[in-house]
């Protein structure tokens, strides 16, 4: 259904734009009306007795609009006899026209970004690095007609981030995010060597069409599990996702090595632990004020029947929860460099430390400077319709004895509240031009 309301819009404007192109070339290369005979019957109007013969006077006349344009405006001219007709406007049909125009420029533009263009997202804990192939993102979303294997083979890898939040303010603005910088190195190919970047949140890093955004941050505590024999069945910074201001963040750690059954942890990383009396464990501040790791512990099946599943959270549909001596559930709280040995000789789990990890946006669009042309040429056409002013002028001279009478009159378009003052401005410049001349 968008596809087609889509298209259905495309060639409405289409339908829209080219037959009154046509239309309005042929009226810009008609000639004006002719002057009406009682021009006092028009909307405005006026007449002054000046010196100077009819023909002269008319000249003057002739001269003067071709001189301001219609005050800067396109203008056309027309002169029968004793009368002149004059029309300006016509770039507000043109801005019309453009503004419009535009619209299905702009309407190109999001297509071929919607067919060509993509975007992935990846979670990247510092010191690590990623190459620009589908494997390596956390989710991919390529347009119909994207090219996978053809996507630019660039690389980048954060060496630290920096990030600060307001410790000195009160109220809700304690702890306020305001800054984060990610000092990166990045290679344009295997080959290339490798540059120093800095990339920030609207600094992104640029490889050819593609953007690397930083969207987000958290952190990733440095996770060790040995089986009851020393034996490490996994070392690794396992990043955990913030959910609220204070970065009180939730997280899984799966440990598939482990023997007879598979281990599971999850739970919460809190980077300025305390303790809550209504919902227990619980962050005071975004930044590493007291670290600490709040778990429980499962045994079982981590991926039961081979499903898939998110690295965030932990499936327990195959797994139990281990408790302790007293029958309870099992809780860790762990601090940095403490290890916890876990019941009935399953070994030992052990928290390292701590590392960052950055939120990255990866963006291809072929068509957003198409759209960004289109949308400058809808707010130039829209300015110039809204702005201009539609008018036709007619000038008639008469002679009465040895002076000669000036009339004209005026006609707009739809409203124009100075078309007024435009006559009266044109009978008093008229008039002093011809005293002038004579």
Partial sequence: WFAAIYLLLFVSLVGCVVPRSKIHWRAMRAQPPRAPGRLERLPEHGHIEVDGAPEDVLQVARDLLRTRRFLGRHCRLRCDGLSLSAESGYLRETGNLVFHAALIVVIVGVAVGHLFGWRGDRILVTGKSFSNTISAYDTFDPGPWVDTEGLSPFTVAVDRLDVTFEEHASGAQRGAARDFTAYTRTQTSPDAPWIHQILKVNGPLTFGGTSVFLLGNGYAPVITVRDASGQVLMHDATPFLPQDANYKSVGAIKVAAARPKQLGFFGFFLPSEYLDMNTGPSSFFPDLKNPALALGVYE????????????????TEKMTQLRNAKGEPLRLMLKPGQTIELPKGRGSITFDGVQRWAGLSIRYDPGKY?????????????????????????????????????????????????????????????????????
């Avoid at 099946?301 to 959270?313: A, F, I, K, M, N």
């Avoid at 007619?394 to 005026?410: C, L």
Wanted: no cysteine; net charge positive.
């Fill in 300 to 315: 079982g099946e981590l991926y039961p029947q081979g499903r898939p599943q998110s690295v965030y959270t932990l499936s």
């Fill in 370 to 438: 198409v759209a960004l042309g289109g949308a400058v040429s809808v707010l130039a056409g829209l300015i110039a319709s809204l702005m201009i002013r539609r008018r036709r002028v007619f000038v008639r001279v008469r002679p009465v004895g040895r002076r000669t009478v000036v009339s004209i009159g005026g006609l707009a378009k739809g409203e124009d509240p100075g078309l007024g003052a435009t006559i009266e401005d044109l009978l008093s410049t008229i008039a002093q031009r011809s005293r002038t001349k004579t």
